[in-house]
């Protein structure tokens, strides 16, 4: 392979942060529709959909980390979020997303620019290689004013970046 396209720097905002994260179980998913270097389109088993989490605003955030090592590329894909006050329904959620990482989830991440980012599926390994919960941490807090929630960090590691969905989540 070689270099096949030049990068010029955009002339607009750049915003930080995830704004929506939708998740499903990789069994859900058949497969993501290419469309150049970007799915525009996700095919579900039967009428499985992706669920909606809603965190703390300016909580969560995808990142990719690159390494390389014995002529082979990694990807690291991690996704973060808080969710807010540690009560019943969190712990339900939490628990079926420990639950669901035994075989893995599958994540559409949209960021404060509006791209969808698919997160725990590629083209090089389709769902072999899905998310799955690499830790969590709840807090009730010492004090009032102190955070009551729960830290879920999901990961996986891969043989290429993320691509952007273009096309409707299916909710």
């Known amino acids: 392979m070689a270099i096949s396209s030049a990068f010029s720097l955009p002339c607009e905002n750049s915003t930080g942060g995830i704004v ?15 469309s150049g270097s970007a799915y525009n389109a996700i095919t579900m088993v039967s009428s499985a959909v992706f669920y909606s989490y809603q965190f703390e605003q300016d909580t969560a955030e995808y990142k990719e980390t690159v390494s390389r090592e014995n002529y082979s590329t990694v990807v690291n894909h991690e996704l973060e979020f808080y969710l807010t006050k540690m009560n ?4 339900d959620a939490l628990q079926d ?9 599958v994540a559409i991440a949209q960021d404060a620019n509006g791209n969808k980012w698919v997160i725990g599926y590629s083209e090089e390994q389709g769902l072999a290689r899905p998310l799955k919960v690499q830790s969590m941490e709840g807090t009730t807090g010492k004090a009032f004013t102190d955070g009551n929630g729960s830290s879920v960090m999901l990961a996986s590691s891969d043989t290429e970046k993320a691509r952007v969905f273009t096309g409707t989540v299916p909710v």
Not at 20 to 34: E, G, P, R, Y
Not at 88 to 91: E, G
Not at 97 to 105: K, R
């Open 20 to 34: 929506n994260i939708w998740l499903t179980d990789k069994a859900n998913v058949s497969s993501f529709t290419l």
């Open 97 to 105: 997303l420990i639950d669901s990482s035994v075989c893995g989830v």
């Open 88 to 91: 019943t329904t969190q712990r």
